[in-house]
Structure formats: structure tokens, C-alpha cells
């Protein structure tokens, strides 16, 4: 998708006019006019004067014939500052965007330019041009262009939005991505809330480049932004495309987030979320995320691939057994990894007190992997109601469970719509 740039003409008809205001009319040629006096030919002065007139009365017929007259007739560069100014009136009023560009472009480059206003035609000639060429498809021509605008002082609000989508078409994703934060920044920075759009550009350009961590801080942004729940989704289904196949346990992190934040939408998630939890050895959560389904009716109580998984579970959680006994050989235990393994099992079950106990007692005996720790602890807290505390323990995580926490760190600032 491309960003949708309105070209911002108000400027350049305040400047077409102001400028103008600078010269004298044609038809006065006394020491009190406005300006200095342009050295113009009684030739020149008289298609000059009419299109003046014509511009003025709203003719825009008769001034297009005058201006290109006086055009015609332009030799030096009083005459083609005061034919260009007229031509730039002319075509602010009839909205032609070729036409202002190329009046601009001589005045851009005219030495009777008022000093005070040279940076500012210059500027808006290259943003205008810009624009022109990213719409005719040619991006690599548009960036010198755009940047040199921003060189010259533009503040146009699409600037940046401009150079992200010719950065973007010419595989500069870095300094595309670069652009819409620098557009959102500005946006921010003028009391607006940046559009939607803008982040779903530049996130999966983000994913793209492989970098987990800025991505997972995009989509934090995003969410902080924009906390609905098909937001959620969205965010939690890029963020899992770019997960490595490796990654212990994100998986059902990421599935156990989308359930928090209500983004699960329909048989699928919750069939897929189901099996998952019973091949990492999480019956209970099987259990209760497909009873959490058939009541919502998101699964069919008909459904014979969830069933399967559903009595499946049921049946090993009836083999577990209570896990008060393991908790009690956890704390026995040399090292943390039965205390972590059983606060795992409670998690799944639902009883998040008892798993918060049971991962601050592996974290005390050590010998577990103390980013994960703090990612299930957080779940854990952030069910309880301890936002705070939630929040800081997702804080804590390091390694290779970071980058999630920093979305469930997301969930607790910025919970979803119901």
C-alpha cells in the first residue's frame, strides 16, 4: 500500500499572490508603486497589463491567452519574474499542478526573486515537483527533488510522507521506515494523532528487515495508538510471521496474548490454540480455551477435530492428577526446574497465584532461564490485576523472550476494546 499525499496548494497561492504584490501594476508608472520598478518593454507591458486585469476579473481564458503572450515576449529577467508570477496566479486558479510546477521552477531559479522569498519558491517548486514525479512513477527522480525541498525549509506535512513511498519503491526500506517516523513525530508534535495507515505502512517493512525488537516497538506504538482488538490481531499475527522457527514457547505466548486481548475470532484460532497447548504438554489449557470457545460459539460443539483434542485433554489432565504434590517435590528440589515446570502447569490450569509462587521459588533456586521466568510471570500478575507489578516483570525479560514481552508489556498500558 502507498500513503495517499494531498498536495498542499494554499502556500503556493499565498506566495503566487503576495509576490505579485510586490510588483507594480502596468498601468502605473509613478515613484509610489509597490516595489521596485520592473525594466519591462512597452512590447511586454501590454499583454502583461491585460492578463493582470483578466486574472483580476476572474477571466481566466482571456488571461491564459495574455500571459502566454507576455511569455512569448519575455527577454530579460524582469519580464520572465513578472510572466512567471502571472502564469503561477493563472494556474493556482485553474488547480493545474504541471502548470504551477513549471511557473515555479523559474521563479525558483530567477535572480529577481525578493531574497526573503527565493527559499520559499525553491522550496515548494521541489516539493510540488517532487509530488509530480512520484506520481508518474518515477521515485528515485522524486527523492532529490523532496530532499532538497526539506533543504530549503519545507514544512509541508506529506514531506516525509512523500520520501517513505519513494523510498519504499526503490528498496530503501531503512529510510522509508525512517520517513513515517519522522512524519509521525511531527504529527504528534502538532497535537494530531498519527493515521492507522502510517504504522501499517512502516511495520511490515520493519518485520522485513528482520529486526524482532524494533518490530515488536512498532507494533507497541501502534497498539498504544490504536487498542482495538483487530488491532491486536493484526499486530500479534505480523509479529508471529517474523518469529523464528526455533522460539521456545512463543507459539502459545503468542496465542495466550491474543486470548488476553481478545483477539481470538474463530474456530481456527481456537482449534489451533487448543492442539498447540496439548502438544507442549498444557492440557488444562486446552481444556479451557475450547470450553471458552463453545461458549462464545465460536466452535461448534459438533466439531470433531476439536473434540478429539478436547477429550484427549481431558483425559491427561485426569491422569495428572492434583499438582499439589509436585509443587511439594518442586521445593525439594536441587534447582529451580521442577518449581518453573509445575508453576507452568498452573498457569495453564488457571491458578495464577499458585504459578507466581512457583516461578519466584525457581528464580530463587536458579537454573532456569530467567527471561522466560519473568514473560510467565507477567502473564501470571497481569491475570491477577497487579498491572504494576505485571509491568515490571515484563520489563525484566531479556533474551530471546524481549521482544514478546514488550507486546504483553503493551497489553497491560493499553488494554483492548471488549
Known sequence: MTFVSKLALAAALTLGTSALGTAPAFAQKNKEAAGPELKVSDEFRKPAAAADVALKAKDLATADA?????????????????????????ELERKNEAGQIKALGVLASSPKVPADRAKLYGALYNYMLGDSLIKQKKPAEAIPALLKARELGSTEADLPVLLANAYSATGKATESIAEVNRAIEASKAAGRKPPADWYKFAIPRVNATGDRAAMADWLKRYIAEYPTVQNWRWAIQVFRQGSPAAAKNEKINLYRLMRATNALADRSDYNDYGFAAQQAGLPWE?????????????????????SRTYTASQAAVKSEGSLDGLAKQAASAKDGNAARQTADAFLASGNYARALELYDLSLQKGGVDAGEVNLNRGVALRALGRKDEARTAFQA???????????????VDFPPLA
Open 66 to 90: 495574455q500571459i502566454t503572450a507576455a511569455e512569448g515576449l519575455a527577454k530579460n529577467d524582469d519580464e520572465k519574474f513578472y510572466s512567471a508570477q502571472l502564469r503561477l496566479q493563472l
Open 286 to 306: 486446552a481444556v479451557s480455551v475450547i470450553d471458552e470457545g463453545r461458549k462464545s460459539g465460536k466452535v461448534p460443539a459438533s466439531d470433531a477435530e476439536v
Open 397 to 411: 525479560v531479556t533474551g530471546a523472550n524481549a521482544n514478546l514481552a514488550l507486546l504483553w508489556q503493551a497489553s
